[in-house]
């Protein structure tokens, strides 16, 4: 995936590449085949994390249309299936809170404590594999910096005490460090792009998933206060 990326970028061909990677020296090889790694990674969890949060928000848009159009939330079985999604997930921990101290006057509260819980365990779900992407969108450049220093420093050490050194001599050293740094920046380039998108739309869930929670807790004490002035 990197090489075609480079190919493409720069119109190279693959023999251009390997022959570049090829001039590069030890490390310069081993951080190229890391920031080969890193890529496919990116990307990988990029694509998971996009469908993830596609399926859960529809699971929660089919969820909170079924809610919907139910008279009664509290009247709903505890026992929800986790397949419904978050939005399940949430009403499934407040029901089951509330039934347990339903006998108490503090029942509405042990809901709304149980969807708090549930909101900061469901958030975390949503930011998963977030830092992974972080971390390789900041230190895809640094490693590739760090193979590129690494590689110019060699190859001017090799020449150092070459009374006929030329540019020549210098220049296929230096082409392999710098590849190092445009396989970096490859890497990083794509994946801030993905890890801005993402972290929008999961902020975006969370605000939907807090949403959400206010609402169920009030209608969960309006059914509450609906049914003591019945029993009143």
Not at 3 to 15: C, D, G
Not at 78 to 105: D, F, V
Not at 194 to 213: P, S, V, W
Request: proline share 3%; aromatic share 8%; hydrophobic share 50%.
């Amino acid at each position: 995936m990197l090489i075609n990326l480079l190919q493409a970028s720069f119109n190279m061909p693959l023999a251009g590449v390997l022959t570049y990677f090829a001039q590069s020296n030890t490390a310069g090889k081993v951080i190229v085949l890391l920031l080969v790694a890193f890529s496919f990674l990116a990307w990988t969890v990029m694509f998971g994390k996009r469908m993830d949060l596609a399926r859960m928000r529809t699971q929660n848009l089919k969820f909170a249309n079924r809610l919907g159009a139910t008279d009664s939330v509290l009247v709903i079985d505890p026992a929800l299936p986790k397949a419904l999604g978050p939005y399940a997930e949430l009403t499934r921990n407040a029901l089951t809170a509330y039934h347990n101290a339903k006998s108490s006057p503090h029942a509405v509260s042990h809901a709304e404590n149980a969807l708090q819980r549930a909101v900061t365990n469901i958030s975390l779900q949503y930011e998963s594999r977030m830092v992974v992407l972080g971390s390789i969108v900041s230190g895809a450049p640094f490693l590739g910096l760090l193979g590129t220093v690494w590689g110019v420093m060699d190859a001017f050490g090799a020449i150092s005490t070459d009374s006929t050194a030329s540019i020549g001599a210098l220049a296929p050293g230096v082409s392999g460090a710098l590849l190092t740094t445009v396989a970096g920046l490859l890497v990083a380039i794509p994946s801030v792009f993905g890890y801005n998108f993402l972290l929008t739309q999961t902020k975006l869930m969370i605000t939907e998933l807090e949403n959400f929670a206010s609402s169920l807790a009030d209608r969960i004490e309006i059914e509450r206060a609906q049914q003591n002035d019945h029993g009143a």
